[in-house]
């Protein structure tokens, strides 16, 4: 080896050496937090926080008070002061975007313990309900959320459920509570699966379905179904007719309706059901700002989806099948569907 590549090589191993020695006189302390404020830990003394823990145990979703889940040193600025890194729960985030916060939420927190284990109660609950592929990541029991000026009950987020107003609840307002909440959150997943849409939109939509008259006039473009009585005003609404009492309101208005019994009522929504079927419908058009719009079928495939997936939630498979199944096309939508409700969000109907 030649003089002047010594001298190179020299220093090299010299500060190897150095940080050799510096390795084992003091030993390497890994300076990285691992930890998550996501993984809940029990405190027995502390009723909320137990049953916070008791939540994360069965069901593994953390619930939380305040939308500031975590703070962390995060070392100093240039003047020396301590610095501060806080993990918050996203509201921005969506299923397929982030809202680059440009939407705003406020918070009005549960301060009482009272009020938390009255909100953990329903947490239970709602959970105790949802299947595991329909439990949130994360959930935020708040009194209220007000979001660019709106206070919605709750608000479902990529990661965070927020659940609001629930104290005081009956047991059939819970169940009843915790019921749209899951409903509403199955109809999510179902309109952002794009090839869904539009295979159940093609049963109605291949041959223009949508925005129909129902009764033909010859020139109106109608899908000729015929009524056993004639439909006056806004009372044959399809969507309208399994109302509880509306046969006694059918009778008593007899002169609009031409129903003077409950028989009649009942023999006249079995007959729409069926002609209205022969289409794959099970509802009209959703407009009621137009007074005119129950002579038509839905406006729409979305609005035609968003009544069939709250049928299929609130009746069961047993009970609109015998409400609705006569009709082929209503069958394979409600099949199109129901493979994906069941099959992939582990939904029972």
Request: net charge negative.
């Amino acid at each position: 080896m030649s003089e002047e590549m010594r001298k190179i090589i020299a220093p090299i191993i010299l500060c190897c050496m150095v940080l050799l020695s510096a390795c084992s006189e003091d030993a390497l302390v890994p300076n990285i937090d691992f930890s998550s404020p996501y993984a809940l830990t029990d405190d027995p003394t502390d009723p909320v926080r137990h049953a916070c823990y008791e939540i994360y145990q069965e069901y593994g979703v953390p619930v939380f008070f305040n939308d500031t889940v975590a703070a962390y040193a995060a070392g100093q600025d240039y003047y020396g002061n301590p610095l501060t890194r806080y993990e918050t729960l996203d509201l921005n985030w969506n299923f397929q975007s982030h809202d680059r916060n440009s939407v705003t939420y406020r918070f009005d927190y549960l301060h009482t313990q009272e009020e938390q284990l009255d909100a953990l109660s329903f947490a239970h609950r709602f959970l105790q309900r949802a299947s595991r592929k329909m439990r949130p990541f994360s959930m935020m029991l708040a009194d209220s959320i007000h979001i660019n000026g709106k206070t919605p009950i709750y608000h479902n987020g990529f990661r965070t459920l927020v659940m609001t107003q629930l104290g005081g609840l009956s047991d059939e307002q819970v169940d009843s509570c915790a019921r749209a909440i899951l409903q509403s959150m199955v109809l999510d997943r179902v309109k952002l699966n794009t090839d869904l849409v539009a295979r159940f939109g093609a049963v109605s939509d291949k041959e223009k379905y949508y925005n129909r008259p129902w009764v033909s006039d010859g020139v109106n473009g109608g899908l000729s179904c015929q009524w056993g009585v004639e439909h006056r005003g806004t009372y044959w609404r399809p969507q309208d007719l399994w109302e509880e009492g509306l046969a006694d309101k059918y009778i008593l208005y007899a002169m609009y309706t031409d129903v003077t019994t409950v028989e009649e009522f009942e023999a006249e929504r079995a007959l729409i059901f069926q002609q209205i079927g022969r289409y794959g419908f099970i509802s009209g058009s959703a407009s009621y700002s137009n007074q005119l719009a129950h002579l038509y079928s839905p406006d729409n495939i979305m609005q035609d989806l968003e009544y069939f997936v709250a049928q299929m939630l609130e009746l069961g498979r047993s009970e609109f099948m015998a409400r609705y199944g006569e009709s082929p096309l209503v069958k394979r939508k409600f099949t199109i569907l129901a493979e994906y409700i069941e099959g992939e969000l582990g939904v029972e109907l």
